[in-house]
């Protein structure tokens, strides 16, 4: 069977932006003989995400991440469908998903590194398991449930960054339903300002690239900032960390402003920002997803919920087509995206 295949040719360099040219489509003669274990999965959805670029790098910086290989198939999330098995566990039509998906339309993979979905969590909407009822999701609900200190009544006003994107979008969703009298969404464009606010329910956005994002803050956040979720680092950051009650939560999610620079993880911050958060008992503790695994069947089934009753809507940018695959991943870095950016491999 032939099959397409994206592979890394090149590097972009630890200081440097990623391009499309860094990859390169390929065919590929798949033997679809299988050996005991082994399923062949047809790709349905391939998800692009921010720490794929730490795995462009040769060293990612993280001992969880393995960098790719020149030569190779990429790998990511992905779903798909089996469409033949020697794999017990595993049938002709079953929907799967894994985080260490081949960028290729076709692969034959072991059956028990793959995990069987239930379409109705998602109401046969199967691109939600790589966003909203998935990773990204659980990193939402768990990264404000974990780190937030959101308390019902209370009177909080959250902040998130990259609130157009995939986690942001989301975050910004639970922080209101969680309690928050107040949700703030930062983000690349008005047309995006005007889906936080129209669409996903935020109380008020700010475009931070164009305007004084510290002067409509104040103007937004009368009564200062209370929990932050931070997708991007940097001086958007800054200038709400600036903001911050006594005693407030950063939920430390992501830098991705820092992410084609060569700095570690997270990337470190300036002294008046470090001074602020001391001398105003601001909690800033880095959140990883993984680390919180043994709550994702929990967390899954009640994003499920939030998704079907459409207390939580759900944004996506689908683009489609395989030979996308790394302009898609490289729109995704420079904000192309609402909501999560998915690539649409097959029917
Ligand atoms: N901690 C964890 O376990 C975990 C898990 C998943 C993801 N993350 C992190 O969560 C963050 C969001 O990931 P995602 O998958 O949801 O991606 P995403 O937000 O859907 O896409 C990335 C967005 O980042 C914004 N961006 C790019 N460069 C920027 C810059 N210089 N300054 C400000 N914003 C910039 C862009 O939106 P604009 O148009 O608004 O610029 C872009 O749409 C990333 O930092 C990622 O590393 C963390």
Redesign the pocket.
């Known amino acids: 069977m032939q099959v397409q295949r994206v592979v890394l040719t090149s590097r972009p360099g630890n200081n440097g932006e990623p391009s499309p040219n860094n990859f390169r489509l390929e065919q590929k003669n798949l033997t679809s003989d299988l050996e005991d274990g082994q399923v062949l999965v047809r790709t349905l959805y391939l ?1 692009v ?3 794929m ?1 730490c795995r462009m790098n040769e060293d990612t910086g993280a001992d969880y991440l393995a960098p790719w290989k020149l030569s190779e198939c990429v790998d990511g999330g992905g779903v798909g469908v089996v469409e033949s098995s020697r794999c017990s566990a595993l049938t002709e039509g079953d929907v799967v998903t894994s985080f260490n998906w081949p960028w290729q339309t076709h692969a034959v993979m072991v059956g028990g590194g793959l995990q069987k979905v239930d379409s109705q969590m998602v109401d046969g909407h199967l691109s939600y398991f790589l966003g909203a009822v998935g ?2 999701g ?3 609900l768990l ?1 404000v449930r974990e780190k937030g200190h959101v308390t019902k009544g209370a009177n909080q006003t959250m902040v998130v ?10 975050a910004g969703q639970i922080g209101r339903l969680d309690g928050c009298a107040k949700v703030v969404g ?4 008005d047309e ?1 300002c005007k889906a936080l606010v129209e669409d996903l329910g935020f109380s008020a956005a700010i ?3 164009c305007g004084d994002v510290s002067a409509r803050l104040k103007e937004t956040c009368p009564a200062g900032v209370d929990v932050y979720f ?7 950051s800054d200038a709400i960390i600036e903001q911050m009650n006594e005693g407030g939560h950063v939920i ?8 084609n620079k060569d700095v570690p993880y997270p990337p470190p911050l300036s002294d008046k920002t470090q001074e602020i958060l001391q001398r105003r008992n601001i909690a800033r503790e ?6 919180y695994m043994s709550k994702a069947e929990a967390a899954l089934f009640e994003l499920s919920q939030l998704v079907k009753s459409a207390q939580i809507k759900v944004l996506e940018t689908v683009v489609n087509g395989i030979e996308n695959m790394g302009v898609a991943f490289c729109s ?10 998915i690539v649409k491999i097959s029917d």
């Open positions: 998800s995400d921010p720490y670029r990773m990204t659980l990193t939402a990264g960054s990259g609130a157009a994107g995939a986690c942001g979008s989301l930062i983000c690349g464009s995006k475009n931070y690239r931070d997708n991007v680092g940097g001086a958007v430390l999610c992501g830098q991705i402003s820092q992410y880095r959140f990883m997803v993984l680390s995704m870095m420079k904000g192309g995206n609402i909501g999560k950016q």
